[in-house]
């Protein structure tokens, strides 16, 4: 089992409240992303960090910020949380260091349990 | 546009049946392709990652199969178990990029029955 967790598991919020979805590995990967995913639907990457002070946005736009001061930690924050940012939200991490090169062992995402968020 | 397909959307099977799970893709260039299991309300976890000189890998009851000329892949169980029901997901990196950017496909819901 993959030692990455997320908080809260489950959040009901009003509009316009901040909030900041929790995610931590230990398992020193460089690597972090978050995806968001709705019901049925595909993952999108939302955000993705190749370590330390970097992060970059992914291919869906989303109006949340990520930090990444420690290597563990890789949270997520909605400013002003609206209706529309109602989804569930995954966090991962990998390896470095190898990059999807070919010939060499493709890395493994590991995905903690997510968060689902819910706002009113 | 990079595209990964997945069918059935949703499939039934009485336990101890063998099923398979088909993805097709339109990714290019192509660097590997995984197959994953999702549970209701838990992340995905990882079941097979094949690169394009693979055409088959097995982890216990599943296997996968690749053909990287049709692009196409398959996800066979065997004597499928109850634990077997959850959402199973064709994920396909290309590699364009040292991040080696993921396309997710939308899975197909397996529901296993007594």
């Known amino acids: 089992e993959a030692d990455i967790y997320q908080t809260p598991r489950y959040l009901v919020i009003g509009t316009g409240k901040k909030i900041t979805l929790e995610c931590s590995q230990t398992m020193g990967h460089d690597k972090m992303y978050w995806y968001q995913q709705d019901p049925g639907m595909e993952l999108h990457l939302i955000h993705y960090?190749?370590?330390?002070?970097?992060?970059e946005k992914g291919d869906l736009s989303s109006e949340s910020t990520v930090s990444r001061i420690r290597t563990e930690h890789f949270p997520l924050t909605l400013e002003s949380a609206r209706p529309s940012h109602t989804s569930q939200y995954l966090c991962?991490?990998?390896?470095?260091?190898?990059?999807?090169?070919?010939?060499?062992?493709?890395?493994?995402?590991?995905f903690g349990a997510g968060t689902r968020l819910s706002v009113l | 546009k990079n595209q990964v397909e997945q069918s059935p959307q949703s499939l039934i099977i009485l336990e101890g049946k063998n099923c398979t799970l088909q993805c097709n893709y339109t990714v290019s260039p192509f660097s590997n392709l995984r197959w994953y299991k999702q549970d209701t309300g838990r992340g995905p976890v990882s079941l097979t990652i094949m690169t394009f000189s693979e055409n088959t890998k097995s982890n216990g009851r599943y296997t996968a199969t690749l053909d990287a000329d049709t692009k196409q892949s398959s996800l066979h169980i065997t004597a499928s178990q109850l634990s077997d029901s959850a959402s199973y997901i064709c994920?396909?990196?290309?590699?364009?990029?040292?991040?080696?950017?993921?396309?997710f496909g939308r899975g197909t819901q397996l529901t296993v029955w007594p």
């Open positions: 960090s190749y370590g330390v002070n970097s992060t």
């Open positions: 991962a991490s990998s390896e470095s260091g190898k990059g999807e090169r070919p010939g060499l062992a493709p890395h493994i995402q590991y």
């Open positions: 994920v396909v990196s290309d590699r364009g990029s040292t991040l080696g950017r993921l396309y």
